[in-house]
């Protein structure tokens, strides 16, 4: 089974994919932003695999309580 097509990224989106991930380090402490391709391949999915995306950003809870 081929993976199904997601929508093209927004071009605005992306083009301020640094500062939004610089906005995220600032309210997010420690380790809670993901933003490296390599990292984020595990989320790429939403465990079925018939969507395959990297998001954007991972941000991470602190808790999950």
Known sequence: MSGLAMP???AETMRRRAEIVA???II?????V???????RAFETDGLTAYRQLPLVVVLP???A
């Not at 997010?28 to 809670?32: A, D």
């Open 34 to 40: 993901v933003d490296t391709a390599h990292e984020m």
């Open 8 to 10: 093209k990224p927004d």
């Open 62 to 64: 602190e808790t999950v």
């Open 23 to 25: 906005d995220m380090r």
């Open 28 to 32: 997010v402490p420690g380790e809670g």
